[in-house]
């Protein structure tokens, strides 16, 4: 990428941004649709699953450049805050089935 200014850097941030929030948007709709099909807060949790995607995304990043650490980080915080989001979609199932 090519930038004459620090004004149009932070234009194509903004534009990236506005993608990225566009697909965890998408995300988080998948994670509520997982809530479903899981019995309890350890299936949520799933540990093996976590570090499954971690383990995918660390070899797409190769590709491109990223480095590991940003990866990883970026995508434990991200799937934290989801496993959270997918608990308390969980236990309003769990209270709308009583």
């Given at each position: 990428m090519d930038f004459s200014s620090i004004e149009d850097v932070r234009n194509r941030i903004d534009q990236i941004d506005s993608e990225l929030v566009k697909m965890i948007a998408q995300r988080s709709q998948c994670v509520k649709a997982a809530a479903v099909f899981k019995s309890d807060h350890s299936a949520v949790r799933a540990p093996d699953r976590v570090q499954?995607?971690?383990?995918?995304?660390?070899?797409?990043?190769?590709?491109?450049g990223l480095p590991t650490v940003i990866i990883e980080k970026v995508y434990r915080a991200m799937i934290g805050a989801f496993i959270d989001y997918e608990l308390d979609q969980h236990d309003q199932l769990r209270k709308e089935k009583r």
């Open positions: 499954q995607v971690i383990d995918k995304v660390s070899k797409q990043e190769t590709d491109t």
